[in-house]
């Protein structure tokens, strides 16, 4: 494998990366705020399914975005509505929307498009498209350094740097604005918020339909700008992954793009290399597909570094009467 | 808010409303979809329980969800959340077909008692491990078990692509065919008078999806485990005191919840593909939670429950080879507001109900009074 190779693969990464990231900070600001959200991988769907749909009909891509933003932000205001207006159990409520998504998205595309719960393929205007960084053409020829950017860093799509910018966003939402402080508080100890006169329902509201909007990028991303169209399950169990590599990074933005692009990495190295010789050992491929969720036990098991979860989260708060 | 309600109106009345607003959702959602929820309906019915056909494929899938929902349900006693079904149900499949490809056993009689116990042991191995995590390392159950069912869902594509592969079987990644002799007797064997055709997938694991229900009823509420079981869910610290310790039951339920979860293989594996293949499960697992949440986690209710959703599914079989446009997955979004209504927007439901019965309460009492 030589250098070429590698970048090949690390560009592979960070394309698969990009739909775990968004959703994995997605889930940051929902449990952050005290919500369990295992709906990730619903809400991606569905996202995915009405911006490839709506592109599709419209030829516009960027209509094609807000539809699958507003599919997206449907799914979190239900489970905003059954977990914090209703109190009811978080992780139930993302089991339900799961399924939702799963039934409806096929449903309604058979209806709409009758190819068996496929879009139509995207083209030009339709999709996102790859754009070139400034001056990528001009420093390839730059030893080491020009690949780099010529190879790795330029040539995605708008969204995989819409992505790579939400990480210091949140980050510094979280910990440098007002509202950042207060979200993470209402994860730790919703009744010192509730006393200070800020309402707990808002700020989780408020939590839950910013992981709405990032959901919903992260679905737009899959069927506009990875692939060309959408097709059944396409997801694929990226919103558990998402899940896992949140656990991963301990609740944190910056970890949150290291966990990802970890699991990226694994993806992009399955998809390369049928089996993989490490150490004279030959590594099926299905080991590397299940290593996410392995190393994601590992974590919780507590045995390499604990993760501890906000205190407030999966309960629903009961204001004192 | 509980107090004011009846207990019939607790079992039955609020899973019936449940059922109702999720029908009427979902034939909002197809007369959305420029189609007719009536005409729907009457297909989704009649695939099901129209015919001595439709009932065989309706009581297999109702097999498959007895034992998941029991399972669910009795984690859900232990105040857990087992959502590890897809994956416990996959090995329990492992566990039938070790059994019959390896072991010689003359009749199938004999085999069904050593391929439950291998299914029985291969399911609640695999909710073990999550079980231990929460109980020692106080690592949350549901995402352990999602991530047991991936973990699960890798182990099994790689077993059966490179292990137990057959040569010459077309690269289809499957086992070998088990023996005849083991083959499970099917409902026209047992009642060819019945009007099953020769091959209905139903067989005799049904019966042992009623013995599991009434062994669940026995368990939970006829047992000091069972009672140990309900006080622990009820409230943790009330059986600290008690003197039940949290590990111990922690680990108990899941591994009995896993074992029947894997019992389902039985039926699908044993019963009917009569060879292991990839995903013998097909969501069961999944249905399961929604069972369980419906039947109120008692084997009588999970019992009626995996029936509806037995009918649900051969229903929606039907539904793509019958109306033009219209495909199964509308179950699914049944499914799916089932467990909204049932599980997560139960409050919604219910304080309006209770308030009914409140005031009719109230109404005989003031009367009395003046």
């Known amino acids: 494998m030589d250098f070429l190779d590698i970048i090949q693969i690390l560009d592979s990464s960070l394309r698969l990366a990009t739909p775990l990231l968004l959703a994995c900070l997605a889930g940051l600001f929902s449990e952050r705020a005290g919500i369990f959200d295992i709906g990730l991988e619903g809400k991606m769907l569905a996202s995915a399914f009405l911006s490839a749909a709506m592109a599709a009909y419209t030829g516009n891509v960027w209509l094609g975005l807000l539809a699958g933003v507003l599919a997206s932000l449907m799914l979190a205001a239900i489970h905003g509505v059954a977990s914090i207006t209703f109190r009811g159990n978080q992780l139930i409520s993302g089991v339900a929307i799961n399924f939702l998504a799963s039934g409806l998205t096929v449903v309604i595309g058979e209806a709409w498009f009758g190819l068996g719960g496929r879009t139509p393929q995207l083209e030009g205007a339709a999709r996102f498209h790859e754009i070139t960084l400034p001056f990528a053409d001009a420093i390839r020829g730059v030893p080491f350094l020009g690949p780099i950017y010529a190879d790795l860093l330029s040539g995605h799509s708008i969204l995989v740097y819409v992505a790579l910018a939400c990480v210091p966003a949140t980050w510094w939402i979280l910990s440098r604005t007002r509202f950042g402080l207060r979200l993470r508080a209402v994860g730790e100890n919703p009744a010192a918020v509730d006393t200070a006169g800020i309402s707990v329902v808002g700020l989780r509201f408020a939590a839950v339909m910013i992981c709405g909007v990032l959901c919903g990028i992260a679905g737009a991303y899959l069927a506009t700008a990875l692939s060309a169209g959408f097709v059944k399950e396409m997801s694929a169990g990226r919103g558990f992954i998402a899940l896992a590599a949140l656990i991963f990074a301990k609740w944190r933005p910056w970890q949150a793009l290291g966990a990802t692009f970890l699991f990226g990495l694994l993806e992009a190295l399955g998809n390369r290399f049928q089996s993989l010789e490490l150490m004279g050992i030959a590594i099926p491929t299905q080991f590397m597909q299940a290593l996410p969720y392995i190393l994601t036990v590992v974590i919780l098991a507590g045995f390499v570094g604990k993760a501890i979860p906000p205190r407030a989260g999966g309960e629903p708060y009961v204001k004192e009467r | ?370």
Request: charged content about 10%; some cysteine.
């Open chain 2, 1 to 370: 808010m509980t107090e004011s309600l009846p207990k019939w109106a607790d079992i039955l009345l609020i899973p019936l409303v449940n059922l109702v607003l999720a029908l009427i959702v979902s034939g909002i959602v197809v007369a959305l979809i420029g189609k007719d929820p009536f005409e729907a309906l009457y297909i989704l019915v009649n695939g099901s329980v129209g015919s001595a056909y439709g009932w065989g494929y309706t009581l297999f899938y109702t097999t498959n969800f007895i034992f998941t929902g029991l399972g669910v349900a009795v984690a859900f006693h232990a105040r857990l959340f087992n959502i590890g079904g897809e994956g416990q149900a996959a090995l329990g499949g492992l566990g039938v077909a070790l059994v019959l490809l390896y072991l010689p056993l003359p009749h199938w009689s004999l085999a069904i008692i050593a391929a439950s116990l291998g299914a029985a042991l291969f399911g609640a191995a695999w909710a073990a491990i999550p079980a231990y995590l929460q109980a020692q390392r106080g690592s949350h159950i549901v995402i352990t078990t999602i991530m047991f069912n991936f973990i699960a869902s890798a182990l099994m594509v790689y077993l059966l692509s490179r292990v137990l592969l057959v040569p010459g079987a077309g690269g289809s990644p499957e086992t070998a065919r088990f023996v005849e002799a083991v083959r499970l007797p099917n409902a026209y064997d047992i009642a060819p008078w019945l009007g099953f055709s020769r091959s209905t997938p139903l067989n005799v694991s049904f019966f042992l999806a009623l013995a599991a229900c009434v062994f669940v009823w026995a368990l939970i509420w006829r047992t000091r485990l069972g009672y140990e079981i309900r006080s622990f869910g009820k409230s943790e610290p009330a059986g600290l005191y008690g003197g039940i310790s949290s590990t111990r039951i922690t680990m108990v339920a899941m591994l009995i919840s896993g074992g029947l979860i894997g019992l389902m293989a039985i039926n699908s594996v044993m019963g009917e593909a009569e060879r292991l293949v990839i995903d013998p499960v097909q969501g069961a697992g999944f249905v399961g939670i929604a069972v369980a949440l419906m039947g109120r986690s008692h084997p009588l209710g999970v019992f009626l429950a995996a029936l509806l959703f037995g009918a649900l599914y051969q229903g929606g079989g039907e539904l793509t080879f019958e109306m033009n446009g219209m495909t199964r997955e509308i179950i699914l979004v049944i499914q799916a507001l089932v467990i909204l209504f049932t599980g997560a927007l139960d409050n919604m439901v219910r304080a309006p109900i209770a308030r009914v019965f409140l005031t009719l309460r109230r109404k005989p009492a003031q009367k009395a009074g003046s």
